[in-house]
């Protein structure tokens, strides 16, 4: 059954340092999004991406944080100076159509760690 | 911004027990889907719901979209030990289309066995 995978499982940086998580979407999806939980709290939605354009962002995603899909399979989140408050799970998602049998499929998550 | 509120946030009962977790909000949701999560995982969709008053059924869970589409409630039946975990109800206000999507804050449900 196709998913979504999401690289690295776990990545350990200090504090100011650029971290680049990485995303598959599954393959015929068309649309894309990121989102975070710090320990304990909710998931929040961060960005959404369609047609190599973000759609909507959140309040949370300020100039510090970017994405992309630089070829035709990944889709990347790039926090450009990481803070402490950056510590969380990253979810990646990714959904076929646009309507409100929407479903999104979400990947295993990374774990940002900033030391 | 809570604009999803989930009630109780946590519930232990005993295996065989009936249970009811909601989600409620001020704004008009087109769909609601229920998540669930387990730790250090990724949220897996469990359903959505789509039309106001609709009832889903899925084995020993009954998921309900309120008349005016602001709420929705998850029943479990005769809850069993592999029913823990964390229940989240997740959606798109209207206003935003499907850009912007919205989680409540879990329902960590435990069944003892």
């Known amino acids: 059954e196709p998913e979504v995978t999401q690289t690295p499982s776990h990545q350990v940086t200090q504090m100011g340092q650029e971290v680049i998580l990485r995303c598959v979407p599954i393959s015929n999806h068309l649309y894309f999004y990121w989102y975070r939980q710090i320990l304990g709290q909710k998931v929040e939605f961060l960005v959404s991406f369609y047609n190599n354009e973000i759609s909507e962002k959140s309040e949370i995603f300020d100039d510090q944080f970017s994405v992309e899909r630089p070829d035709g399979s990944n889709f990347t989140l790039k926090i450009r100076s990481t803070k402490l408050e950056d510590s969380a799970m990253y979810f990646c998602a990714s959904t076929i159509g646009w309507d409100s049998t929407n479903e999104q499929f979400f990947g295993p998550g990374t774990r940002l760690t900033v030391l | ?113």
């Open chain 2, 1 to 113: 911004t809570q604009l999803l509120e989930q009630s109780p946030q946590f519930l232990s009962i005993q295996e065989g027990e009936n249970l009811t977790v909601y989600c409620n909000s001020s704004s008009v949701f087109s769909s609601l889907q229920w998540y669930r999560q387990e730790p250090g995982e990724g949220p897996v969709l469990l359903v959505t719901v789509v039309t106001g008053g609709e009832v889903k059924k899925l084995k020993r869970l009954t998921f309900q979209f309120g008349d005016a589409r602001k709420d929705s409630s998850l029943h479990i039946t005769a809850a069993q030990p592999g029913d823990t975990g964390l229940y989240l109800c997740a959606g798109a206000p209207e206003l935003y289309n499907f850009n912007k999507f919205y989680f409540g804050s879990g329902t960590k449900l435990n069944v003892k066995p």
